[in-house]
């Protein structure tokens, strides 16, 4: 017994623990029970207050509701009236337009009626002084022919006498002339006879200079072949003395050139770089100035509520005020009239927080400048999860929100509360698709048409809502300052780019004229080492061929005595030929001595008399032509008389004509003129009513 009294007492120990275990878990579970059963006491209590809170939401939602279709009514209504004063606004624009065009037209006409009437007034004074002239043409052509016939009588009488006067004078200088021509005559036979003298010395003496010629033939062509030989291989000699010098020079020049051109090639790649640098930033600076002076100008032609708050940013006084909701983001083109549709606080007014609003409020309030909406972005952060999830949209249609891009994150989250998850559609069709699925969307279409997430669509109509959303983000609070800098800026960029493509221009020049230069001197080397080679093959067969000719030429010598004897004989010969020409040269000159002194009698005097007769001929050919035309102008000027009396009435009435027209013309312009003016002044009052109907609008809603 002793033996299992251990384990007893361990068994009952043991069941005492499992006993204590299962008492401490009833514990826990019945504490677990009790805790539970108070949360679910909590959670009812809570659910009684949601569902309390929930029926408060759906009854104001009602409210809401129907505060919405009265607003959306009266929003009609204003709009109607709004689209109606737009209307007959364009329609007086178009008035106005036509009116201008037609102005612009009668000017031009005038102008030229004008220039046609001065030119018509022109013609007209030439038509009538041709006119007096034609009238008193008979009268003054019978004047003038009595004169030229008077005229014609003398110089016939003129030229009669002459002709007898060269009769005489021929007459006389033969008689004058008579001794010299027999003188001559006596001189020409014994002339003839020097003559044929001279030509046969001269035969003798040529055909002895051929005999000596034809001797030394082999000896004179050997030496020539000599000589020849001798200067070919001098000039070889000289050309392999430069075309060494010559490769010299150019292998040392090229590697140079070759090291000009690379670092010229470098220096205008880099240059080239930079200017694409330049002219990237230039454009971008030019972009931002461009963006800058429009949203200058954007903000001069904005209302006086946004103006003189963004006054009061530029002066430091609201710096928390960001500027109209739909200058703070951009979108693309084909998207404009889409949000310009959805998107109904594009021109509310967006600041960073409720006390600048408050301030804003204040403002407006004690300047009496109007009213404004404002967008507080610290009441709007409860939007920025969804502002930044991503959302699954049925076709894949864009999100209209995900469209509009902005430079400032802090503004996100306004365009998500004006927005939503409002999507855009190509069309009606697939934006009812689209809308009316399994979950429903707002959509809006790219024509403007507009599906409500409770159902109802608004369109249609003849205008439709755009442009109150650029391309581009406008920049708020631009200071002139700031303008003038960046234009300083940009002149700057523009001189470095003018330097630099300065720079560009003279390193493109220089590598044009390096470039041809190089290869220039690569085809001379090539040309030199080749002239080279061949001459330093030629130099030794010259000099070889030479040596050879130098013995032909000793061996070919003629006999110096033949030669001596020979000399003599041409020597004898050409004295003779010399001594017969100079006595034919001696009568020579005298026979043209007397032949030069009956020329002078002869010539001089028949000459002058020649040149007087010839001269009045020539009178006489004018007088005639001028009779002749004469004649011819007073048979045609009746013909003439007649068209130039006709030319003139026709010029008269086109004068007139045009004189007419211009005053016709004055006073219709004088009338566009008074209807013009009528209808500015009906545009400008259409303007003011619907920048008020605009304000009306943008206070309201």
């Known amino acids: 017994m002793n033996e299992l009294k251990g384990p007893m007492e361990e068994a009952v120990e043991y069941l005492k623990l499992e006993n204590s275990i299962i008492h401490n878990k009833n514990i826990l579970y019945q504490k677990k029970l009790h805790d539970l059963a108070n949360k679910k006491e909590t959670r009812d209590k809570e659910k009684e207050k949601i569902v309390s809170e929930q029926e408060e939401f759906i009854t104001q939602i009602k409210t809401i509701d129907e505060n919405k279709k009265k607003q959306e009514s009266v929003y009609s209504t204003c709009l109607k009236v ?81 002709e007898l006067d060269k009769e005489q004078l021929l007459s006389t200088l033969n008689d004058d002339t008579k001794a010299l021509r027999e003188k001559r005559q006596e001189l020409e036979p014994k002339l003839a006879d020097l003559k044929s003298v001279v030509l046969e010395t001269k035969s003798v003496f040529q055909l002895a200079e051929s005999k000596l010629k034809m001797y030394r033939k082999n000896e004179d062509e050997e030496r020539r072949k000599f000589e020849s030989l001798a200067e070919a291989h001098e000039i070889v000699k000289k050309n392999i003395i430069q075309y060494t010098e010559n490769i010299k020079t150019l ?114 309030k004690a300047h009496n400048l109007g009213r404004a909406t404002f967008i507080a972005l610290d009441k709007q952060e409860r939007f920025r999860e969804s502002a930044n999830l991503k959302i699954k949209t049925p076709e894949n249609v864009f999100r209209l929100y995900d469209l509009v891009k902005v430079n400032d994150d802090r503004v996100k989250t306004a365009f998500y509360y004006a927005l939503r998850d409002t999507l855009v559609a190509d069309n009606l069709e697939q934006a009812s698709r689209v809308a009316y699925g399994a979950q429903r969307f707002r959509v809006v279409t790219l024509q403007g048409s507009l599906i409500e997430i409770s159902g109802v669509m608004s369109g249609g109509g003849n205008r439709v809502s755009r442009g109150r959303m650029g391309q581009s983000v406008a920049v708020s609070d631009v200071n002139p300052e700031d303008i003038k800098a960046m234009e300083s800026t940009l002149d700057e960029l523009e001189e470095a780019i003018q330097e630099n493509s300065k720079r560009c221009v003279l390193l493109e020049k220089q590598i044009g004229t390096l470039r041809p230069e190089l290869e220039k001197m690569k085809l001379d080397l090539r040309k030199y080492t080749t002239e080279l080679d061949s001459s330093k093959h030629q130099e030794p067969i010259l000099q070889q061929e030479l040596k050879e000719q130098k013995k032909r030429a000793n061996a070919t010598r003629a006999d110096p005595e033949e030669v001596n004897r020979l000399e003599m004989v041409i020597q004898e010969k050409k004295a003779a030929f010399e001594a017969a020409s100079t006595n034919a040269s001696i009568y020579q000159k005298d026979v043209d001595s007397i032949t030069e002194q009956i020329n002078e009698k002869m010539t001089g005097r028949v000459k002058v008399i020649d040149k007087k007769i010839a001269d009045v001929n020539k009178s006489i050919n004018k007088i005639k032509a001028e009779i002749t035309r004469i004649n011819v102008a007073v048979k045609t000027s009746e013909r003439n008389l007649f068209k130039c009396k006709e030319k003139i009435a026709s010029l008269e009435e086109e004068v007139q004509n045009a004189e007419e027209s211009l005053r016709t013309m004055h006073s219709q312009r004088q009338e566009i003129e008074t209807d013009g003016n009528q209808l500015l002044k009906c545009i400008n009052e259409l303007v003011t009513q619907i920048l008020e109907k605009e304000d009306e609008l943008s206070s309201k809603f």
């Not at 036509?98 to 102008?111: F, I």
């Not at 005229?151 to 003129?158: D, G, I, V």
Request: one cysteine or more; a positive charge.
């Open 251 to 364: 292998k040392n020049k090229i590697p140079l050139t070759e090291r000009s051109v690379k670092e010229a090639i470098k220096q205008l790649d880099a240059t080239q770089t930079k200017q694409k640098d330049l002219e990237n930033e230039r454009r971008q600076r030019w972009t931002n100035l461009e963006n800058c002076k429009s949203s200058m100008q954007a903000s001069r032609s904005r209302g006086r509520v946004l103006d003189s708050l963004m006054q009061q940013k530029v002066e430091g006084h609201c710096p928390g005020l960001f500027g109209r909701l739909g200058d703070l983001g951009a979108i693309d083109k084909k998207y404009d009239v889409a949000v310009s549709t959805a998107c109904g606080p594009l021109d509310n007014i967006v600041v960073d927080n409720v006390d600048t609003a408050q301030w804003c409020i204040e403002f407006l």
């Open 82 to 162: 709004h689209e109606a004063l737009q209307k007959k606004n364009d329609v007086l624009k178009d008035a106005f337009e036509k009116a201008n065009t037609k102005d612009y037209q009668l000017q031009s006409n005038m102008e030229q009626t004008n220039i046609s009437r001065k030119k018509f007034n022109q013609q007209l004074v030439a038509e009538n002084k041709k006119l007096n002239e034609l009238e008193h043409l008979p009268e003054k052509s019978v004047r003038d022919l009595e004169e030229l016939h008077k005229k014609e009588q003398q110089l016939n009488t003129q030229k009669e006498t002459l």
